[in-house]
């Protein structure tokens, strides 16, 4: 198992005298910047004059400026606009004001393990991953807590990547919580493979199948969703907790047979053969090249696959039964 890392581990100076470029302010720009400017770190924002985030960003104290002059002063360039962005960012705008000992920096490894991005020998390339959303990573910095880290050095020109990751990632909260060291393959091939067979494809799959089968049975939609989606948050809080073991302690003795009586008739040997597929297509970069072009063709089929799954029924009746849960719109601001 990799140690993880703490602040004793960190080099608390490397830091202290080098200005940061904060390169888009969506979900993990604005966290990650909001936290180093309290950690003390000289941070500026690069943007778009004039869009959404950039008012966003003048609205909490920044003074943000185009990204061209974001990144000529900086000594670490923190490339944190979407996947499929980054390239052309990086050729318009990065790579022609980034200067030779730099330091570039990602959350995310897809544009370097998958070749799209190729930084010059000249410049350190490294990644620091939080293991949660931006909101959470501040909502965490703020309360004195910390999101777990991933960190990997992809090239080290300095001779002090490492060091400049790991203080990078003890500014933003992540030595509270522990960072653990990874490699751009593995962090960019296992993030993918979470999102497309568990947590997002699987998980959303797993669902509607489930308040298909109930419905089409004869049930009521509205108990089928309580069922199949509403309840989910019950038991995904638990694992979170305490995994496998916490859940077990909270749900009945005839939750928990059904579980392990029938929940392997549910994920077949033919699904795990289907989850081997999608990792090999994460691996050998079929997915990859698959996205980078349907998002150069201008994302039709995306477009149209997003539509799909918005319209499935499960939402028109999730949406009716959400306005009833008093907790979520007090959670949002409104009146109950």
Known sequence: MTTFYCEADVNHQILRDRRVAVIGYGSQGRGQALNLRDAGVDVVIGGRPGGRSW?????????????????????????????MEQPGVYRQHVAPS????????????FNIHYGAIAP???????????????????DQFTAGCGVPCLFAVHQDAS??????????????????????????????ETDLFGEQAVLCGGVTELICAGWETLVSAGYD?????????HELKLIVDLIYAGGLARMHEFVSDTAKYGDLSRGGRIITEETRRNMRRVLQEIQDGTFAR????????????????????????????????RQRFAWLRQKAGTTP
């Open 290 to 321: 698959e996205w980078q072009s349907e998002h150069a063709a201008g994302g039709r089929l995306y477009a149209e696959m997003l539509a799909e799954d918005l319209s499935h029924p499960i939402e028109t009746v999730g949406a009716a039964l």
């Open 55 to 83: 008012e966003q960003a003048e609205r909490e104290g920044w003074e943000p400026v185009a990204v061209d002059t974001a990144v000529r002063d900086a000594d670490v360039v923190c490339l944190l606009v979407p996947d």
């Open 221 to 229: 939609p509205q108990l089928a969703y309580f069922e199949c989606a």
């Open 120 to 138: 010059p020998g000249g410049v350190d390339v490294v990644l620091v991953a939080p293991k949660g959303p931006g909101a959470l990573v501040r």
């Open 159 to 188: 001779g002090r990547a490492a060091e400049i990751a790991l203080a990078y990632a003890h500014a933003i909260g992540g030595t509270r919580a522990g960072v653990l060291e990874t490699t751009f393959r593995e962090e960019t």
């Open 98 to 109: 980034m200067r030779s000992g730099a330091a570039i920096l990602f959350s995310h490894g």
